[in-house]
């Protein structure tokens, strides 16, 4: 039997069992999809492949590289695959990923959550808030009571401040709005130029238009955004404390919602490897109270038996 509804809240305390036979996980976030396959709790295969979430890529292009990626690890005779996506808000977000993933594990138990809670059970948590601050950016917590509240994650046309696509648009409009007050191109714009592979900020605006680019193509620009913040560039340095504010505001959002006061996890590829982020974000969540406030330590693929034990 296949179960793609998102399973209901678990108990508050950790459990110590760790998940038996074969268990695989998926963490399919907006540029890459990576999948694990435990024997018995133990790491056996570990690969990644490009991004499976259909909220991002076509259906056909999620199955392409769902196909891909079980070749590489697996598929088989599996008790259960757990998966964690972005854009999973309904029952039929996480059948419709469930359908795909389906013909590689016949018989396997299957259940497709958003993403932000593989990141909450990989910080060791059953309560508190999950923060993502990778491609886009949404906040998804639990409180003891088995109360679930979420913040964002909405998709980059709506929302995902904070985001490395928020990042790497911030970019662009900076570079032209520095080409309108007649500005020569800055360290930034440089970088951005280089990168982009045009040689005039007013190149950019057909560019960030087009067909060939999109979310993913601009969410990779915010390293450019990254290294010229610690190379000291003021205007990069200030979009990088605004994307931590912006995380910490969809942290607070969602820790007032469950009325608790944490623990709040960071996590997501900007959320665990940019320091000056990493900074902004606790000093916005200290000045409103939230001390609790821990960094992601190890990838929330690695959530999954965590959940799956709970899931019973």
């Not at 998102?6 to 069992?17: E, G, K, R, T």
């Not at 969410?219 to 605004?242: F, M, P, T």
């Amino acid at each position: 039997m296949t179960h793609s509804d998102i399973p209901p809240a678990a108990a508050s305390d950790l459990p110590s069992s760790t998940a038996a036979g074969t268990v695989i996980g998926l963490d399919i976030g907006g540029t890459k999809t990576r999948g694990v396959r435990f024997e018995d709790g133990r790491a056996a295969a570990d690969h990644s492949v490009g991004s499976s979430n259909v909220q991002n890529v076509s259906r056909e292009e999620a199955a392409r590289h769902l196909a891909e990626l079980f070749a590489l690890i697996g598929g088989g005779t599996v008790a259960q695959v757990y998966a964690g996506a972005g854009g999973i808000d309904t029952v039929a977000d996480a059948a419709a990923l469930a359908a795909l993933i389906a013909p590689h594990v016949p018989g396997a138990r299957i259940t497709v959550v958003h993403d932000s809670r593989l990141l909450l059970a990989a910080g060791g948590a059953s309560t508190g808030v999950a923060v993502i601050g990778g491609t886009g950016s949404a906040a998804w917590g639990r409180n003891s009571s088995g109360g679930e509240a979420r913040a964002g994650g909405w998709g980059y046309l709506l929302g995902d401040e904070g985001s490395g696509y928020w990042l790497g648009r911030e970019a662009v409009r900076h570079s032209l709005r520095r080409m309108n007050q007649g500005l020569a191109p800055d360290e930034l714009t440089t970088a951005l130029l280089a990168s982009c592979g045009v040689d005039d900020p007013n190149k950019l605006i057909a560019l960030f238009h087009s067909t060939d680019t999109g979310r993913r193509y601009w969410a990779e620009r915010a390293r450019l955004v990254v290294e010229a913040a610690a190379a000291g560039h003021a205007a990069s340095q200030e979009l990088v404390d605004q994307a931590g504010r912006d995380l910490a505001a969809l942290a607070l959002q969602t820790v007032r919602q469950l009325g608790i006061d944490g623990p709040v996890i960071l996590g997501g590829g900007l959320g665990m490897n940019v320091p000056r982020l990493q900074g902004s974000f606790r000093s916005a969540l200290a000045a409103a109270g939230v001390t609790d406030v821990r960094v992601l330590e190890q990838d929330p693929v690695f959530g999954v038996l965590q959940l799956v034990a709970e899931q019973g």
